[in-house]
């Protein structure tokens, strides 16, 4: 409890409101997420550089449909849409990989690549499948930091769950350029990690 009053002393009275009124989501390595009364949520930072870090990369992706619409920050948190769906390996693992799914991944990368990210990677797990199969990314991380120049992590994320060779089969067909080097290099990585 100590610890959240040191976070209110960071926020006006509003968000310190909402805050109160929140129901706990979800944590991972940097924080905490706490769903707000209006649809909206809260991420609480354990460190501000990683805060503003994550601000930052939000603020650049304001035109893209592919983010939650960010709206207040402050040194340890930001308040963000919050995303409904499931997440990606989830949603593979129940429905199977389809077609739609995967020519929207392929969307996505590029989505990044228009935001001049450097990492045009992202986890499954930060993926999240709308109903209409769109897809939205919740947690991006290294996009402006980070030089990764095709999606190793999705791409391990989706063999683990047998859904690689579909995905790959559809970029083939629909991006050849992607495919020679994405193909080529998650094969060698799979090689040289999983045996
Ligand atoms: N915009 C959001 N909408 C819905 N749930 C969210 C949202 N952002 C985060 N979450 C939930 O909170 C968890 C932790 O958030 P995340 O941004 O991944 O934190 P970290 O940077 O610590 O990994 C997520 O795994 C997810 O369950
Ligand atoms: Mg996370």
Request: aromatic share 14%.
């Amino acid at each position: 409890m100590k610890k959240l009053i040191d976070y209110y002393i960071d926020m006006d009275e509003k968000a310190e409101e909402a805050l109160k009124k929140g129901q706990y989501l979800g944590k991972g390595h940097n924080g905490i997420v706490y769903l707000l009364p209006d649809n909206k949520i809260m991420k609480i930072f354990i460190e501000p550089k990683v805060c503003l870090d994550e601000y930052y990369i939000f603020k650049n992706v304001s035109t893209s449909k592919y983010f939650p619409k960010t709206y207040k920050h402050g040194d340890y948190y930001i308040i963000r849409d919050y995303v409904g769906g499931e997440r990606l390996d989830y949603y593979i693992i129940r429905e199977g990989m389809d077609r739609n799914i995967s020519i929207n991944l392929i969307k996505l990368i590029k989505e990044f690549k228009r935001l001049n990210f450097k990492r045009l990677d992202i986890r499954c797990k930060d993926i999240y499948v709308q109903e209409d199969k769109s897809l939205m990314v919740i947690d991006p991380k290294n996009s402006y930091s980070k030089e990764v120049i095709y999606p190793r992590h999705l791409m391990k994320g989706l063999n683990k769950i047998g859904a690689l060779e579909e995905f790959l089969y559809v970029v083939k067909e629909e991006e050849s350029e992607y495919y020679n080097l994405w193909n080529h290099r998650i094969r060698r990585y799979l090689d040289k990690n999983i045996k």
